[in-house]
Each structure stands twice: as structure tokens, then as C-alpha cells.
């Protein structure tokens, strides 16, 4: 169920973008405290289960797209979410932060997700690249800041 990780806070991001009201907000910071619980289970599950993986698509393990966690990279993303959830609720109230840049923010903490759990160095690389692309995106968002400009 390791995919789950990587697919809700897309599909949570497309919905709050799409649906775009003060509410939505509020239902991703409830996905977001969701996604911690299940990661913080994970956390303390995996001294005892070692490993886990995710095979994608039911393809054979050569073909396949896999997820995998481990004790070292359960910390990382366990972190990770904590992090995206504390930056969330820091931005929650800040004026820059609407609809498009909270689809990028949720886009962009999927992608640092596929990023930890990912085995294959193909995946590695497209998710660099498209988060390259949400980051460059996140920056120049917001012009009024003038984030992008050369003094």
C-alpha cells in the first residue's frame, strides 16, 4: 500500500484545485494529518516487519514499477511528512498561498515521496526532473515578490 503515499496527496491536490474553495483547506490538512498517522504506523512497524515493497501494475518484479521502504528510508519519508504538514499549516493563513500554489506544494511532496521509495534509478530521474519543473513553478508563482528577478 506504499503507492497510496505517493497517489493521495496527488489526487487530494487535483481536488483542491479543482473544487478551490476555503473548506478544501481544510480536507487536506485532514489528508495530510491522515498520511502522518499512517507513515508514523509504519515508523514503528518496520523493527519488526524489516521491509516492506510495492510492486505496481502486477507486472513481474523486473518490469515493474516497485516502492519499497526499509528502517532507513521509513525515517525519511516519515520526516518528509511531517515536514510537508508543518509547512502546509504554516501557509495556511498566508496570503500567497491559494489554490494553485497549495496544488504544486501537494504535488511536489508527492514527488520527494516517489523519490525516497523508489528502486529503480530511471525513476529517479524522471521524478528529479519533474520536481525540478513544480519547483521552478512553486518559485515563480507569485510575482508580486518579484522572486525570480536578478538585482
Known amino acids: 500500500m506504499l503507492c497510496w503515499l505517493v497517489s493521495i496527496p496527488i489526487l487530494i491536490s487535483i481536488a483542491h484545485l479543482t473544487f478551490g474553495k476555503e473548506n478544501s483547506k481544510k480536507w487536506v490538512i485532514a489528508v495530510q ?3 502522518v498517522a499512517y507513515t508514523t504506523y509504519l515508523f514503528y512497524r518496520m ?3 524489516g521491509s ?3 510492486h505496481l501494475g502486477g507486472y513481474p518484479n523486473d518490469v515493474a514499477i516497485t516502492l519499497s521502504v526499509n528502517q532507513l528510508t ?3 519519508v516519515w520526516v518528509t511528512t511531517l515536514l510537508f504538514l508543518g509547512l502546509y499549516l504554516y501557509g495556511y493563513y498566508s496570503k500567497y498561498f491559494d489554490n494553485y500554489t497549495g496544488f504544486l506544494y501537494l504535488t511536489l511532496e508527492a514527488l520527494v515521496l516517489g523519490l525516497f521509495m523508489t528502486n529503480d534509478l530511471f525513476n529517479i530521474y ?3 526532473e519533474v520536481s525540478t519543473i513544480v519547483v521552478a513553478l512553486l518559485i515563480t508563482s507569485n510575482r508580486e515578490k518579484q522572486a525570480f528577478t536578478i538585482v
Open 33 to 35: 494529518i491522515g498520511i
Open 52 to 54: 516492506i515493497s510495492d
Open 74 to 76: 521509513i525515517v525519511f
Open 126 to 128: 524522471v521524478l528529479l
Open 47 to 49: 523493527e519488526e516487519w
